[in-house]
T-cell receptor, first 115, second 112 residues
Framework: AQKITQTQPGMFVQEKEAVTLDCTYDTSDPSYGLFWYKQPSSGEMIFLIYQGSYDQQNATEGRYSLNFQKARKSANLVISASQLGDSAMYFCAMREGNAGNMLTFGGGTRLMVKP | DTGVSQDPRHKITKRGQNVTFRCDPISEHNRLYWYRQTLGQGPEFLTYFQNEAQLEKSRLLSDRFSAERPKGSFSTLEIQRTEQGDSAMYLC??????????FGEGSRLTVL
């Protein structure tokens, strides 16, 4: 079974509007961390936001927020006030407590911001 | 530049040749990771070092692949007898004991 599932291969959003990128995960480990990375065409993976499985509140970092619904095993990324520079691939990833230190990534969502 | 650096950024080689990639992590980071990313996919974990010790290896890391981090600083990833299926972006990342993972810009390999 896929550990990280991103069901949206591509998304369009109008500049200045908000957009939600979906991510669901599968783990039996009670301790895990969820991450979102942005990958522009240059190839570098840029860390955006982190949510720990025991965190009581949803993580926020500037225009990024993570809608963490533990019972549904979802960790959707919300980008508010989209900018043209937000156009990129976005990857959801998970680090499980008993899996050493590796991150498992989803297949990604390509976000395209329209002017 | 104090980020993770990788060299070369692009490599084109013929099938059967050997290639080597180098990664210089952020200097105070003791943990170093290699990932492989094929077109349209998310990165897949290959291997992980803590200081000079290679602590985890993925099943993806066949016997043609070898990674080293001899002095606990930079790392090399060598692919012997390359195959067309090895064509991918090879990403290096580093972090401290806790904290986020910082990635380099990757080394893109094309095997003809």
């Amino acid at each position: 079974a896929q550990k990280i599932t991103q069901t949206q291969p591509g998304m369009f959003v109008q500049e200045k509007e908000a957009v939600t990128l979906d991510c669901t995960y599968d783990t039996s480990d009670p301790s895990y961390g969820l991450f979102w990375y942005k990958q522009p065409s240059s190839g570098e993976m840029i860390f955006l936001i982190y949510q720990g499985s025991y965190d009581q509140q949803n993580a926020t970092e500037g225009r990024y927020s993570l809608n963490f619904q533990k019972a549904r095993k979802s960790a959707n990324l919300v980008i508010s006030a989209s900018q043209l520079g937000d156009s990129a691939m976005y990857f959801c990833a998970m680090r499980e407590g008993n899996a050493g230190n590796m991150l498992t990534f989803g297949g990604g969502t390509r976000l395209m911001v329209k002017p | 530049d104090t980020g993770v650096s990788q060299d070369p950024r692009h490599k084109i080689t013929k099938r059967g040749q050997n290639v080597t990639f180098r990664c210089d992590p952020i200097s105070e980071h003791n943990r170093l990771y290699w990932y492989r990313q094929t077109l349209g996919q998310g990165p897949e974990f290959l291997t992980y070092f803590q200081n000079e010790a290679q602590l985890e290896k993925s099943r993806l890391l066949s016997d043609r692949f070898s990674a080293e981090r001899p002095k606990g600083s930079f790392s090399t990833l060598e692919i012997q007898r390359t195959e067309q299926g090895d064509s991918a972006m090879y990403l290096c990342a580093s972090r401290q004991t806790t904290g986020e993972l910082f990635f380099g810009e990757g080394s893109r390999l094309t095997v003809l």
